[in-house]
């Protein structure tokens, strides 16, 4: 399964972004699809994640109300809303994916993702 990241960039403080995720796998009725995002010197963070089947999503604290998560199965991309952006949510940002769905207490978990993309910076200026 491939993943490919895009939308990052540079956006000021209360901007939008929106990131977009396809996957090269054909079958995605069990999908789970996470975010996470890495800002320098800090380590991984869950960031939202969707089951693809059923569309539950998950959101960080952090990010509810300002992030919405979604999916598009014909396309088999998943889609990451980012507005009202701030300063700190600065970082290189990863879609994850399990193949096989993830049970909901592991779906802030990047351990329970099998597949990784490559990552997209997100820059927000104050």
């Known amino acids: 399964v491939q993943l490919q990241a895009s939308g990052g960039g540079l956006v000021q403080a209360g901007g939008s972004l929106r990131l977009a995720c396809e996957t090269s796998?054909?079958?995605?009725?069990?999908?789970?699809m996470g975010w996470f995002r890495q800002a320098p010197g800090k380590g991984r963070e869950f960031v939202a994640a969707?089951?693809?089947?059923?569309?539950?999503?998950y959101y960080a604290d952090s990010v509810k109300g300002r992030f919405t998560i979604s999916r598009d199965k014909d396309t088999r991309t998943g889609y990451l809303q980012m507005s009202n952006l701030k300063p700190e949510d600065t970082a290189v940002y990863y879609c994850?994916?399990?193949?096989?769905?993830?049970?909901?207490?592991?779906?802030?978990?990047?351990?329970?993702?099998?597949?990784w993309g490559q990552g997209t910076e997100v820059t927000v200026s104050s």
């Open positions: 796998e054909r079958t995605v009725a069990n999908f789970g």
């Open positions: 969707i089951k693809w089947s059923g569309a539950a999503t």
């Open positions: 994850a994916a399990s193949r096989l769905g993830i049970i909901t207490s592991q779906v802030r978990n990047g351990d329970a993702y099998a597949y």
